[in-house]
Nanobody
Framework: QAPLVESGGGLVQAGGSLRLSCAGS????????MVWYRQAPGKQRELVAA???????NYADSSKGRFTISRDSAKKTMYLQMNSLKPEDTAVYYC?????????????WGQGTQVIVSS
């Protein structure tokens, strides 16, 4: 599978916003379901949000109402708009492929992008 590259992380104050990007390549990007995961220090990697090729979405409870996942297949890019950020959102954020939006990740992990939310 073609690699994915995350970007857009950074340091932001609580209540602020960030938009993460996941750049893909390869001919299957437009038909792959995609997902954002995150991993905080000392914790397991957890689901943030997933999106199908048709735009159906699945959000973790902690993301609902604050985060929005989207994709632009023409640009082979997926996004995660994060608003009303909290210190507990601090983590490394990763994107990868999934077979279904409620299934486990099926693709390789990239380097991730670090998000730090200060209180």
């Amino acid at each position: 599978q073609a690699p994915l590259v995350e970007s857009g992380g950074g340091l932001v104050q609580a209540g602020g916003s960030l938009r993460l990007s996941c750049a893909g390549s390869g001919s299957t990007f437009s038909i792959d379901a995609m997902v954002w995961y995150r991993q905080a220090p000392g914790k397991q990697r957890e689901l943030v949000a997933a999106i199908s090729s048709g735009g159906s979405t699945n959000y973790a409870d902690s993301s609902k109402g604050r985060f929005t996942i989207s994709r632009d297949s023409a640009k082979k890019t997926m996004y995660l708009q994060m608003n009303s950020l909290k210190p507990e959102d601090t983590a490394v954020y990763y994107c990868t492929r999934v077979l279904t939006i409620r299934g486990p990740p099926s693709g390789a992990w990239g380097q991730g992008t670090q998000v730090i939310v200060s209180s």
